[in-house]
């Protein structure tokens, strides 16, 4: 599969502030997903983009699919003490039909 | 989305041994994947199970150590044989249709740890 970088590895921040990840692959994606894991769970989808330059929103989550289609990012606002877990992008080349996943991103909220 | 269920969700087993997993959808899907995702790592696909053929299987994973049924378009089983200490992991069943913009979904998991 094709390799994605994700970063940051991990953050540590306080309820309310703002939150960005992104990921860059050297490869064209025609998909990127964001998807959220919870301890003892599966990854649960937060938000699915499916063209270059999409913006879309989920509540606090707002995620863009970059022009070159090589990079997307997560934005959350707003941070609370739910939004703990690990987030993991992942992406499907053209001639995929499988996902390839980056490393994730550990996620801490202090109240 | 579709639901996906997955059994057993955790299961402790001895060295050499060997177990299969299940899982089911509530509804008809073209493709079905398996994943694994070893303690604090990302998830790596293990193979692409096929209605009515072989499994596809990913580098690094061959049919003997990770047999694959899938009779029927709602489930699939994932057998991990001949078990060691490093085939402790989670390992993950998901649904999408291939390259039609649907999005893949996760079951929650089997949580496998070999003594």
């Known amino acids: 599969g094709q390799q994605l970088n994700q970063s940051p590895q991990s953050m540590f921040i306080q309820e309310g502030e703002d939150v960005s990840m992104n990921c860059t692959s050297s490869s064209i994606f025609n998909t990127w997903l964001w998807y959220k894991q919870d301890p003892g769970e599966g990854p649960v989808l937060l938000i699915a983009?499916?063209?270059?330059?999409e913006l879309t929103s989920n509540g606090r989550l707002t995620a863009q699919f970059g022009i070159t289609r090589k990079d997307s990012f997560l934005n959350i606002s707003a941070s609370i003490p739910s939004d703990v877990g690990i987030y993991f992008c992942a992406g499907l080349t053209p001639s995929g039909y499988a996902l390839n996943f980056g490393k994730g991103t550990s996620l801490l909220v202090t109240p | 989305s579709a639901v996906i269920s997955q059994k057993p969700s955790r299961d402790i087993c001895q060295r050499g041994t060997s177990l299969t997993i299940q899982c089911q959808v509530d509804s008809q899907v073209t493709m079905m994947f398996w994943y694994r995702q070893q303690p604090g790592q990302s998830l790596t696909l293990i193979a692409t199970a096929n209605q009515g053929s072989e499994a596809t299987y990913e580098s690094g994973f061959v049919i003997d150590k990770f047999p694959i049924s899938r009779p029927n378009l709602t489930f699939s089983t994932l057998t991990v044989s001949n078990m060691s200490p490093e085939d402790s992991s989670i390992y993950l069943c998901?649904?999408?249709?291939?390259?039609?913009?649907?999005?893949?979904?996760f079951g929650d998991g089997t949580r496998l740890s070999i003594l």
């Open positions: 983009l499916y063209k270059a330059g």
């Open positions: 998901s649904v999408g249709v291939a390259n039609d913009n649907q999005p893949q979904h």
